[in-house]
């Protein structure tokens, strides 16, 4: 890359950078101190900008760099990402948004701990939280690192490790000053960028194609090195059993974790009224589905225009085809036009990085402060200083990610946020549900559908070949794997709702038939909410 090209993209991360610090003084001088201004922005966002921050909160560097990445190495094989990222939405609409916003304050555990008793809960549902959180936020450095490793002309360890610190560094910031008010506006801002990004590439992209996909279609075949194959289901997950139970896994885990990430549903509190939570989900899913749409484009167009093996050599797993893409379709590298589409998409995919992990980072500090925290002090913490021990939270998390980023930089973005939602999906999601919809549900029941979906989900994870005994492992040196798929899903989400059944048949405690009933009342008509 130019020197010309590098200073140009520097100057956009640094500008980009010094506006999101403006937006979190702005909004920190705006702070009282309250747990609800820091944790919900005073709840006075309205549908359509909550709607775009949740579209920003979701449309991360996995959306971006990830997806369309593994489109240009798979074809067909990586659209289910894009397909299964954006199917999730209706599970949120139809059974999730509109019935957290009324049962809950502002975390997950709060719905639950609405008919339990309230310690267990909390202090199971805020550890898985934090688990989630922390795999999300993995995925958010790794895409970061990649990026910035490109931009400066290759793949330098060094410049990938400080730049995992400093994103890291950065979101910490952003959440100890600025609370859910500047992490909002961050998010608004990051969303139009990249839907302003994404239509200007996909645009080109048929512009070059003179509007016709097919002939997009049979290029990116041509140029893939897989022929036919690449427009076919089975070149990623088709090879024997496990990579179709791989492929399952996976989908199950899009479709049903998006339910039970935290730094969503932490959206839905910071509009007044359920109304206005389900109006923000319409907003997101139009923006959300648009974009899923144009990954398609763009990685088949960057299939087609750069290459499959050119993106590869760039970064094995794919992370680096869009910026490639841009740099095509500007003229190429040494073009002025060139340098400037990729300097341009470089920092919008830096600021969708920065912009999601603030967003993860309050959820999981809100669910150490607000559950963990509250739950063993409960008799003397009060809500200023559970906002403190949320600030410090912030900086535990960020350096727990850092640490576990520098070990998984070789990784698919998009496969690690997979992973992240196999694990809401497997410990958060059953809990969620239960409690909203099962009236005989009781406290032990929650406790192990939590711990029944979240530590086998962790332990499957620990034991594949994600972590061991594959080429492009995080370990690769070792083989210690008794698990043979990627994806844990399709084995831990039955767990964790297994899990709460069992629980609560075995439960001595009988269900409390009042706290249910008003529980339903209130989440159905919003009666009593706060």
Partial sequence: MSGDHQTL????????????????????RKRHGSAEEFYAGGRLFSPLENGFAIAGDYMSAASFLGISGLIAL?????????????????????L???????????????????????????????????AVSVLYLVAQMVGAGSLVALLLGGTSEAARTWT??????????????????????????????????????????????????????NTAVAQSGHGAEFLSPG????????????????????????????????????????????RSVVWSIGLIGGF??????????????????AVRASNAAGNTAVPLLALDLGGGAGSTGGTVLFAVVAAIAFATILAVVAGITLASSASVAHDLYASLRRKHAKQRSEVAVARVAAAGIGAVAIALSLLAQDLNVAFLVGLAFAVA???????LLYSLFWRKFTTRGAVWSVYGGLIPAIVLVALSPVVS??????????????????????????????????????????????????????????????
């Avoid at 993209?9 to 920190?28: D, Q």
């Avoid at 974790?257 to 206005?276: M, N």
């Fill in 164 to 217: 995992v610190i400093g994103v890291g560094a950065l979101m910490v910031v952003y959440v100890s000053l600025g609370g859910m008010r500047a992490t909002t506006w961050i998010q608004i801002v990051k969303a139009v960028l990249l839907m302003a990004g994404a239509i200007a590439l996909t645009v080109l992209v048929l512009i070059r194609f003179q509007g016709d996909v097919n002939h997009l279609l």
């Fill in 469 to 530: 005994g594959s080429p492009d492992a995080i370990i690769p040196g070792a083989d210690f794997h008794v698990f043979p798929l990627q994806n844990p899903g399709v084995v831990s989400i039955p767990l964790g709702f297994l899990a709460g059944w069992i629980g609560t048949v075995l439960s001595s405690e009988p269900p409390d038939a009042a706290k249910h009933a008003e529980t339903e009342v209130r989440s159905l008509t919003g009666a009593g909410a706060v």
């Fill in 74 to 94: 798979f074809g067909y094989d990586g659209m289910l990402y894009s397909v299964g990222f954006l199917v999730a939405w209706l599970v949120v609409l139809f």
């Fill in 96 to 130: 999730v948004a509109e019935l957290v916003r009324n049962c809950g304050r502002f975390t997950l555990a709060d719905v639950v701990a609405a008919r339990m008793r309230e310690r267990p809960v909390r202090i199971a549902a805020g550890t898985s939280s934090v």
């Fill in 292 to 309: 899923y749409l144009m990954t398609i484009v763009l990685g088949f167009g960057a299939a087609a225009l750069v290459g499959s093996d």
């Fill in 425 to 431: 999906a497997s410990a958060n999601l059953p809990v």
């Fill in 9 to 28: 993209a520097l100057l956009l991360f640094s500008g980009f950078v010094l506006l999101t610090l403006v937006i979190t003084t702005w909004a920190g």
């Fill in 235 to 278: 070149l990623k997950y088709g090879g024997d059993w496990t990579a179709r139970f791989d492929f399952i896994s996976l989908g199950l885990a899009l479709v049903l974790g998006t339910a039970g990430l935290p730094h969503i549903l932490s959206r839905f509190y910071t509009v007044p009224t359920a109304r206005a939570a389900r």
